[in-house]
């Protein structure tokens, strides 16, 4: 049978629905984590009344110039809460990643959902394996873009079709070598190599799973904000717990998406790596 990208789409988005509450389960404790490291910074900095005081702007100050900022006038705890968002973050994905891999090829194992999103050396390798991703795309991206940029900067046209290009192959590149993820959590050695061999005639493929299993919860994301910019504006003042329920209601469709690329790369795992069952 031939493998098609809506036909895995479907499948990973059928299997969510199917599996909603192991979805809830397991994606409640990286929600709550990130919403409350993303709260409390807002409250120490006292960052979370400017989103208040950019809805009550008048249209005349939202036109006026603004001088721009220096990094350097950065205050520290802004710089703090930055960091400890992006780590707090990247690992609760991490954990939901791992965890959420395993539940979809392996299926309910006999475990707590607590024991499954425990960090340990799977999760580290796991990291270890992004960051290794993300080094070699950075890699090839510099060693195109050198000699590219040696004829390009006369012409400011061709400037911009090679950078587009190299953003395209860098993407191409990238979703071929996904599947070192679905593997680390599986604690399969596949490599670098083994990835693209198996990902091979199937790079746009490999793009539309990554670009369309996202879509639709982006989508709904955009609506949901509105509707919570709205009912900020009907509060008359700022509010630092309406302000959490935001953030709790924006990380769980956050995790919807994340839950829907990890499950179609997984489908796409297992139908180009594993042997038939």
């Known amino acids: 049978m031939p493998i098609t990208l809506f036909a895995t789409l479907g499948k990973a988005y059928r299997f969510l629905w199917d599996e909603r509450r192991?979805?809830?389960?397991?994606?409640?404790l990286p929600v709550l984590l990130v919403s409350f490291i993303q709260i409390a910074g807002l409250w120490l900095t006292g960052d979370w009344q400017l989103f208040f005081e950019a809805l009550s702007a008048t249209p005349e100050s939202a036109h006026t110039p603004h001088r721009p900022l220096d990094p350097r006038e950065i205050p520290a705890a802004d710089i703090a809460a930055m960091v400890a968002n992006a780590i707090a973050a990247f690992a609760a994905y991490a954990m939901f990643a791992v965890a959420w891999?395993?539940?979809?090829?392996?299926?309910?194992?006999?475990t707590t959902v607590g024991a499954a999103m425990r960090w340990g050396q799977r999760q580290w390798r796991f990291v270890a394996r992004f960051?290794?991703?993300?080094?070699?795309?950075?890699?090839l991206?510099?060693?195109?873009?050198?000699?590219?940029?040696?004829?390009t900067n006369a012409n400011p046209i061709l400037d911009m079709f090679a950078r587009t290009a190299?953003?395209?192959?860098?993407?191409?590149?990238?979703?071929?070598?996904?599947?070192?993820?679905?593997?680390?959590a599986l604690d399969h050695n596949l490599g670098i190599r083994d990835a693209a061999n198996a990902t091979a005639g199937k790079s746009w493929y490999m793009v539309?799973?990554?670009?369309?299993?996202?879509?639709?919860?982006l989508f709904a994301l955009i609506i949901i904000?509105?509707?919570?910019?709205?009912?900020?504006?009907?509060?008359?003042?700022?509010?630092?717990?309406?302000?959490?329920?935001?953030?709790?209601?924006?990380?769980?469709?956050?995790?919807?998406?994340?839950?829907?690329?990890?499950?179609?790369l997984a489908e796409a795992y297992r139908q180009l790596v594993l042997p038939p069952a």
Do not use: H, K, N, W
């Open 22 to 28: 192991d979805l809830f389960a397991y994606a409640f």
């Open 131 to 139: 960051f290794m991703l993300i080094f070699v795309v950075l890699l």
């Open 141 to 151: 991206g510099v060693l195109a873009t050198l000699p590219l940029s040696l004829f």
């Open 166 to 184: 190299i953003v395209i192959a860098s993407l191409l590149v990238t979703d071929r070598l996904l599947l070192i993820l679905p593997a680390a």
């Open 225 to 264: 904000g509105q509707i919570i910019a709205g009912l900020a504006i009907g509060l008359g003042g700022p509010s630092l717990s309406f302000m959490f329920v935001a953030l709790l209601l924006q990380q769980s469709i956050m995790f919807v998406a994340i839950a829907a690329q990890v499950t179609a």
């Open 101 to 110: 891999f395993r539940r979809y090829l392996i299926g309910p194992e006999s």
């Open 208 to 217: 539309g799973l990554y670009l369309f299993s996202l879509l639709p919860m």
